[in-house]
């Protein structure tokens, strides 16, 4: 099983940037892929970027460019850079993974982007 936590949500006005975080509770070179998705109110739930085991890195149209996602195998961390928000960005954004078959989500953390 996996633990996954995310923090570092906020309140921010647009153009502004925030840094996510997910602390994993295994170490995340077990894991080939962790992702970072979001929700907005009343809208599906959304692929922002993945990064692989080895830094590989995929992105959602809506965020290329502006987001950064990396991974510290060392702390199991896996964080999102998020500049030059909109308030489009505004959502819930999860950590996720797939560990031995079985998907695991945080619980994820509130991202306001005001305009």
């Known amino acids: 099983q996996v633990q996954l936590v995310e923090s570092g949500g906020g309140l921010v006005q647009a153009g502004g940037s925030l840094r996510l975080a997910c602390a994993a509770s295994k170490s995340i070179i077990l894991v080939n892929s962790m992702d970072w998705y979001r929700q907005g109110s009343g809208k599906q739930r959304e692929l922002v970027a993945s990064?692989?085991?080895?830094?590989?890195?995929l992105y959602g149209d809506s965020v290329k460019n502006r987001f950064i996602i990396s991974r510290d195998n060392a702390k199991n961390m896996v964080y999102l850079q998020m500049d030059s928000l909109k308030p489009e960005d505004t959502a819930v954004y999860y950590c996720?993974?797939?560990?031995?078959?079985?998907?695991?989500w945080g619980q994820g953390t509130q991202v306001t982007v005001s305009s």
């Open positions: 990064i692989t085991s080895g830094g590989g890195t």
């Open positions: 996720t993974t797939v560990f031995r078959g079985n998907a695991y």
